[in-house]
C-alpha cells in the first residue's frame, strides 16, 4: 500500500494545479535512524517527492541506493537520554522548518507516536480501532512511557469519533486550555 495522499476521485481540485497542471503532491518525510527502508512504494519519488531523515550511523550502502532512487537525505543527531531511540525530534522539526514545512503528519510506529507526544509537538490524534482483539501479543502504538504517574498523564479532548465499517476513527485534539497556552 501506498500511504502518499489520494484525492477522492473526481475532485478536480485536488487534481490540477496552476494552469491544469497535476497538483503537487506533499514532501513525503521517511525517519529512518537505521538506514533500512531502502526499496519499496516509499522510496518511488514519481509518486511524491521524498525526504529521509537519518543518523550519523546510517550504513552507506542505504545512502547509496537513496541517491540511485532521486530519494532526498538529511542527516540530525539522534535521541539521546535514558530510553531514547530514534531521531532528534528537536532535529526533526528544524530540518522541516528549514524546508518551509509548516503543517506534518505523521503516520510511524509506536516510537515515533511516543516521541512526538513527549516532545510536545502533536496537536491532533488520529486513532483507528478496529474490530479486533489482539491482547498482549499486540504491539502499543506508544512505546515510550508518557507520563510517571497519573497525575502526569496527558490529557486530549474527544473531537470525533466516525464509524468506518467495523472500524472507528477517534480524533483528538489537545484542551484548549492548553492549546491557548503553546
Not at 518551509?100 to 496537536?123: C, K, N, T, W, Y
Not at 498482549?136 to 515510550?144: C, K, L
Request: glycine content about 10%; aromatic content about 4%; hydrophobic content about 40%.
Amino acid at each position: 500500500p501506498r500511504l502518499t495522499w489520494r484525492a477522492p476521485e473526481g475532485a478536480a481540485w485536488a487534481r490540477e494545479g496552476a494552469e491544469g497542471a497535476p497538483a503537487p503532491q506533499p514532501l513525503r518525510v521517511v525517519l529512518d535512524s537505521r538506514g533500512r527502508v531502502t526499496k519499496g512504494p516509499l522510496m518511488d519519488t514519481s509518486d511524491a517527492p521524498t525526504l529521509v531523515l537519518t543518523t550519523s550511523t546510517c550504513p552507506s550502502d542505504s545512502v547509496q541506493l537513496w541517491q540511485e532512487a532521486g530519494v532526498e537525505f538529511e542527516v540530525v543527531p539522534a535521541a539521546e537520554g535514558e530510553g531514547a531511540r530514534g531521531l532528534d525530534m528537536d532535529a526533526v522539526l528544524d530540518a522541516l522548518g528549514r524546508r518551509r514545512v509548516i503543517q506534518a503528519m505523521f503516520e510511524g510506529g509506536p516510537h515515533v507516536h511516543a516521541s512526538l507526544l513527549r516532545h510536545g509537538s502533536a496537536d491532533a490524534l488520529h486513532l483507528y480501532v478496529g474490530g479486533c482483539l489482539l491482547g498482549s501479543t499486540a504491539q502499543p502504538w506508544a512505546r515510550q512511557p508518557l507520563a510517571e504517574t497519573i497525575a502526569d498523564k496527558l490529557e486530549w479532548e474527544l473531537r470525533s469519533a466516525t464509524v468506518l465499517g467495523n472500524d472507528v476513527r477517534l480524533v483528538y485534539g489537545k484542551p484548549m486550555d492548553a492549546a491557548d497556552a503553546s
